[in-house]
Structure formats: C-alpha cells, structure tokens
C-alpha cells in the first residue's frame, strides 16, 4: 500500500527504521514498569494499582507497521477525517498516550495510535485474533466498551484511512 497515495493533505515525519519497529513492538507488549507506575499514581486518579495493567499481546497488523515505516508520528487525513499520529516512542507515543489514558483499565485490549484532533482516538480492537483489528473511536474523556462509548470507524486500517467522514460524527451520531 502506498500511504502518500492516501492520505492527501498533511505533515508526514520520518518513517521509523526497521530497528525503531523492533524496539516499539518488544515494549508494547510488557506490563509498566517502576518509573511508569510512578508517573501514573502521580496522576491521582483512583485507578487498579498499574503495576497489574496488561497491555494488549497480539500482532500489530502489517498495514500499521507500514504505516508507521511511512510516518513515525506526524498529521495526516483527507476530507473530515484527521489522523494525529501516535510515535513509536516519547511523550506522545503509544505506549504513553496508552498508559497516560488508562486505556487498559477503560478498554482492555485496546490499543491508541492516533487522535482526530478533537480528543477522540482511533484505537484497534485487538479483542480477538486477526490479521488485521477493526479500528474504534473513542473519546479520550469517556473512554469503554460499552455501545454509546465507541464506534466502529472501519473493519481494517486502510478503510479507516481512506474515508473523509468526520469520526466524532461516527461517535456522537
């Protein structure tokens, strides 16, 4: 798939090296550790102690892996729908937006990896086993697996990125 094909407006960033996936996907997949139990109870919010969090253990899907070789980070969309991609590391990177959001705790077996640029994520659904995950808006404010909670944006991510529609329509109706 060729994503500068797709998506036609925004400011991609360097795709990452084969070694920054490697590194990204090893991470993922292992419970927090002291500095990020630490950050979280640092928060205040009265959630399951982190240490226990488990964050989803599946496969990323190939099409997310290749999107991320085409823009680790970065703004990209078309029409209405708006892509604010997660890193693969950092402040503003999956594993922290995850964590930072209480994601497992919400939406088990969820995982970020963009907002629209209004405080709503695309989030797959790695529920279940797949080579590619249906991709879910949710509201970083309300987020849970409850029907009036999210909403199915596109059974893969290439149809997620392809459409123009608003997501928070999706959401809010």
């Known amino acids: 798939m060729s994503w500068g094909d797709v998506f036609a407006d925004g400011r991609r960033q360097a795709g990452a090296s084969p070694e920054t996936l490697a590194i990204f996907e090893r991470r993922l997949r292992v419970p927090p550790d002291n500095d990020e139990v630490a950050a979280i109870r640092a928060m205040n919010v009265p959630v399951p102690d982190p240490s226990g969090w488990r964050l989803p253990d599946r496969p990323l899907p190939e099409s997310y892996l290749s999107l991320l070789r085409y823009s680790d980070g970065g703004e990209c969309g078309g029409g209405e729908r708006w892509f604010q991609l997660f890193r693969t590391s950092g402040p503003v990177g999956v594993r922290e937006m995850t964590l930072s959001y209480h994601v497992p705790v919400y939406m088990p077996g969820a995982l970020p990896f963009a907002f629209n640029g209004s405080g709503i994520f695309y989030l797959f659904d790695m529920r279940g086993r797949a080579d590619e ?40 109706g």
Do not use: F, Q
Not at 145 to 158: G, R
């Open 133 to 172: 995950y249906p991709v879910i808006a949710a509201s970083a404010g309300a987020l849970g697996w409850e029907p009036d909670e999210y909403a199915l944006v596109a059974p893969t991510l290439a149809e997620a990125c392809r459409g123009t529609t608003n997501i928070g329509d999706l959401l809010y």
